[in-house]
């Protein structure tokens, strides 16, 4: 049986990874999985300087998934070379780097200071505003999103690069698109979804920062969709994110197109889904006489 | 071994129309909790719906598991509520930092406000006959394990919102009232504290007033309880601020695992 995924150049021993900020540094579940079984870890989003993140209360339990307004609390790229790197790098797994910046010059600045430091893989969270363009957001105007990818692609020597997608688009595919076109060797997604949720009786949102980011099962139809969408519209590997509970969750992201996939909101409800879903994907291929786990990518059946 | 296990349910017994004792039995108690320490329960039997785990606090071990005493809230706790003996649950735990052990020598006033009860208990018990205990509760129904704690305490001081038993009112006031007879100095008291927040904070004035250092257990919504998902921020003094005494700078902490038994000094209340 062979579980290995290549991302865009980048050899994968399995399909499973983790999705950004919700595996903290590894650091964190590291008494809970052995983290030398996982396809990669990634780790929660980097930006140049440390950030404080939002006033709680940060998160809210909704109907099977949870809003989050974290504020993309974060130790900083230097306290993360330091202190966070060194740990991760003591385990035979892939590390990829989340990064965020406020303009082209941050993610630069962080893409160089990543890829001298050998790190195997850096996603780019384009959901951050760019502050010297009026705020408008990297993941939700294509040309700024291009812009973007290049000039991270330019300054990386060796670092694979993905792009993380934003949902909040009317057409996944051309942004998808656009990455490809831009040079992003592989795309994630979905991030979380724009949400709110108000506490009828003091009228007040149960985020203090009033919207947040919706994960968790309530969002996977959505995600396979744009999974699938996305898969269609590019040649690149797309890494399927957005609801994975179990294994069967997994597969259907796989069918849909996904060649590898990130297991996010499900660490909180169980700190070894990741694992589980590792020997769930391995019994269903037994099952179902699959040699490689490629293979299942894209296999929609659609009559 | 991880701290990620599954537990018996020996008993879920009533306590009153909203309250439960949930006493499990772990075949292989992977640490041994601590005072203050929490555990995070799956309350769903299957489905996402609730989808995250419920934080509750360690009330006391057993010889072969631990009880949690818990208040039925909303929907998480009222699965919870349900379920009966020989039901599986899955947890996270022990988690979190505990109370200081008090030096001996020091007098501790350990101060509840209602279901906060559950969070001090095992405290009070792992120090018998040394504790002042504070403990104020809506009315005389939500007021639990009196005979233990009049037993396990030097003193015991009870407040009602409705009167129903101790004083009248909120447990500070009766806390107010104990400095005007209290027989050490001041210096020799330390408070723990766990109760509703706005209570915690009048404590942690209370005590800076009187110069006594205070530990108390916050709650903050939480996804992960291992410190993985940064929900459950906290603000404190930054190390600086500490330092000049200026409250202009702070930093976030995490309840689930710098917490939730924090210096009450530390809190930006
Ligand atoms: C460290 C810690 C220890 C606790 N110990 C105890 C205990 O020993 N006994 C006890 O009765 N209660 C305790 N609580 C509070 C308990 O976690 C909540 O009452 C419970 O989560 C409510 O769940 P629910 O689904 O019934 O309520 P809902 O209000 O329907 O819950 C909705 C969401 O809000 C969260 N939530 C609601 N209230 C709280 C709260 N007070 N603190 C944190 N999250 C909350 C829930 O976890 C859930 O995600 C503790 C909380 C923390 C953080
Ligand atoms: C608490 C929390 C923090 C997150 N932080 C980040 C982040 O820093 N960068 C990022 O690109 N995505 C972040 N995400 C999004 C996840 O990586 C993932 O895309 C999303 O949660 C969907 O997957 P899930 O439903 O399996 O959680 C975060 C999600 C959660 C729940
Ligand atoms: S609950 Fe996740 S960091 Fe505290």
Redesign the pocket.
């Known amino acids: 049986m062979n579980l290995e995924v290549e991302i865009g150049g980048l050899k994968l021993r399995n399909p499973v990874m983790t999705a950004s900020g919700t595996f903290g540094y590894g650091e964190e579940y590291s008494g809970f999985v052995d983290l030398n079984q996982l396809g990669a870890i990634v780790v929660k989003g980097i930006s140049l300087k440390p950030m404080q993140g939002n006033p709680p209360p940060r998160?809210?339990?909704t109907p099977c998934g949870?809003l989050n307004a974290i504020g993309l609390q974060n130790v900083g790229l230097e306290l993360f070379l330091k202190e966070k790197l060194p740990f991760l790098r003591k385990f035979d797994t892939r590390v990829i780097v989340n990064i965020l910046g406020n303009s082209l010059k941050e993610y630069q600045k962080i893409s160089e200071a990543l890829d001298d430091a050998g790190v195997d893989a850096i996603e780019l969270n384009v959901s951050c505003p760019n502050v010297q363009q009026g705020g408008i957001m990297f993941g939700t105007d294509r040309k700024m999103l291009g812009q973007l990818i290049t000039g991270v692609k330019n300054i990386v020597k060796n670092t694979v690069l993905i792009t993380k997608l934003s949902p909040t688009v009317s057409d996944i595919k051309e942004f998808a698109k656009t990455a490809e076109d831009s040079g992003s060797d592989a795309i994630s997604l979905i991030n979380t979804i724009p949400g709110m949720s108000i506490d009828i009786n003091t009228r007040r949102p149960r985020l203090k920062n009033i919207t947040g980011g919706l994960s968790g099962p309530a969002i996977r139809p959505v995600a396979v969709r744009m999974v699938y969408e996305a898969y269609n519209a590019v040649k690149i590997p797309v890494i399927g994110m957005g609801g994975i509970m179990n294994a069967d969750d997994a597969i259907e992201f796989f069918i849909a197109g996904a060649s590898a996939i990130a297991v996010g909101t499900a660490n909180f409800v169980n700190p070894e889904a990741t694992t589980g879903i590792l020997s769930g994907l391995i019994k269903y291929m037994e099952r179902e006489n699959i040699e490689r786990i490629s293979s299942l990518t894209g296999s929609l059946d659609i009559g | 071994m991880s701290r990620y296990f599954r537990a018996k349910i020996r008993e879920n017994l009533p306590l009153n129309r909203n309250?439960k004792l949930l006493t499990l039995e772990t075949s292989s108690p992977e640490n041994e909790p601590l005072p203050g320490q929490?555990y995070m329960l799956g309350?769903n039997r299957g489905g996402y719906d609730?989808?995250?785990?419920?934080?509750?606090?360690?009330?006391r071990k057993t010889s072969d598991g631990f009880q949690?005493?818990?208040?039925?809230?909303?929907?998480?706790?009222?699965?919870?509520g349900g379920m009966k003996e020989g039901d599986m649950i899955d947890m996270i735990g022990p988690?979190?930092r505990s109370y200081p052990v008090p030096e001996t020598g020091r007098t501790p006033l350990v101060i509840a406000g209602g279901?906060?009860m559950?969070?001090v208990f095992s405290l009070i018990e792992s120090i018998p006959e040394r504790s002042y205990v504070f403990y104020g509760a809506k009315s005389k129904d939500e007021l639990f394990m009196l005979d233990e704690l009049g037993a396990l305490s030097k003193g015991l001081y009870i407040s009602t919102d409705d009167g129903s038993l101790g004083k009248k009112g909120n447990i500070a006031g009766v806390l107010e009232d104990f400095w005007g007879r209290k027989h050490e100095t001041e210096d020799q008291y330390l408070i723990y504290a766990?109760g509703p927040k706005p209570l915690l904070g009048l404590i942690a004035r209370t005590a800076s007033s009187h110069s006594i250092q205070a530990f108390v257990?916050?709650?903050?919504?939480?996804?992960c309880?291992i410190g993985a998902c940064l929900g459950?921020a906290v603000r404190v003094k930054s190390p600086v601020s500490v330092l000049q005494g200026s409250e202009q700078d702070f930093i976030y902490r995490k309840?689930?695992k710098d917490?939730?038994v924090f210096d009450a000094a530390e809190i930006l209340w």
């Open positions: 998160i809210s339990e949870m | 309250h929490f309350v609730p989808l995250l785990k419920r934080a509750f606090s360690l009330f949690i005493l818990y208040r039925i809230k909303g929907k998480g706790t009222s699965l919870l988690l979190g279901v906060g559950a969070s766990c257990s916050l709650e903050e919504q939480m996804a309880g459950c309840v689930c917490g939730p």
